[in-house]
Structures are given as C-alpha cells and as structure tokens.
C-alpha cells in the first residue's frame, strides 16, 4: 500500500494525546479509545493510513510487521510533546496550518459576522475566525491558540534538532 500524498494517521487507543497535537501541527489524525487492534489495522488499510501504536503486539501482526501497513512504533515514556516531535522527525514532516483539534478537519476561515450568536462576545477582540470543514465546530485565534502555537514551535525545533 503506498500513502496518499498527504499522510494521514490511525493512532492507537494510547495515543489520543499524539492524534489531537498531530490535528494541530495540520495532519488529519484518526483516534478512538477502545478501538480493537484488528479494527484499527482495517481502518489504516482502507482508508490509507500510517498506524501510530505504542502497542508492540500489533507490529507482530504479520500485515503490520511485514509493512503492508506503514506503521511507526511510538516509544514508552514520551510526553505528548516528544511523542509528536518523534513522528514528525521519524516521517520527515513539516508543521502545517492546524485542523481541527476534535475531528482533523480541514479549518476554513469565516467572516465574524456569520458567528453572532455562537461566538457573541468573542467577537468583540478576536478578528480571525475558523469553522471545521468535517464537524463545524468554531475555533479562534486567542490564548489558547497562541500556547498551541509555542508549543509547536518548540516541538518544531525539537524535531530539527533530533
């Protein structure tokens, strides 16, 4: 199986954490919590996924182990952070403009206007709005955007440096 050209992830029921910062440094990461190995190496196959997993019984699985699913083994004892800056220098992958932190999907901008009743005081001081192409929720560019965004910095670096 080779990848779609922009690489998409199916992440372990250990790696929640992982999938939602992977949203944010922009890759579409699919998670569920009490998803069945088996379950998650059918979704990574069809819809063409890498598999992340911590877990070292599915790499003995012989589809997996015999790389008909790309997969990378995510080791023990990483915080999120490193876990992310793993993936991201293990693929070579770049950071890109966030997606949806729920769901992966594409953020599209929206004029302020059309929010004023989800968003009615944010509106206020906050100019650049976004709504998730796949789940609709709304999203903005304030404080905790901005963490999300020194975070990834740091992750960013530490995955040139590694």
């Excluded at 992830?9 to 569920?32: I, K, N």
Aim: aromatic share 10%; charged share 25%.
């Amino acid at each position: 199986m080779q990848p779609t050209s922009e690489p998409r992830f199916a992440c372990d029921a250990m790696l929640g954490g992982l999938a939602r910062w992977l949203r944010a440094a922009g890759y579409d990461a699919w998670w569920q919590a009490d998803i069945d190995d088996w379950d998650l190496i059918r979704l990574a196959r069809r819809e063409e996924c890498f598999l992340l997993t911590s877990d070292t019984g599915i790499l003995r699985i012989g589809i997996i182990r015999d790389g008909e699913v790309p997969s990378l083994f995510i080791p023990h004892g990483l915080g999120k952070e490193e876990q992310l800056a793993f993936v991201l220098r293990h693929l070579n992958l770049k950071l890109r403009p966030p997606r949806c932190m729920g769901c992966g999907g594409p953020l599209q901008p929206v004029p302020s206007e059309e929010l004023t009743e989800q968003v009615p005081g944010t509106r206020a001081w906050i100019d650049a709005f976004y709504r998730c192409g796949r789940c609709g929720k709304i999203f903005w560019e304030g404080t905790h955007w901005q963490h999300i965004a020194r975070v990834l910095q740091r992750t960013g670096k530490a995955r040139d440096e590694g």
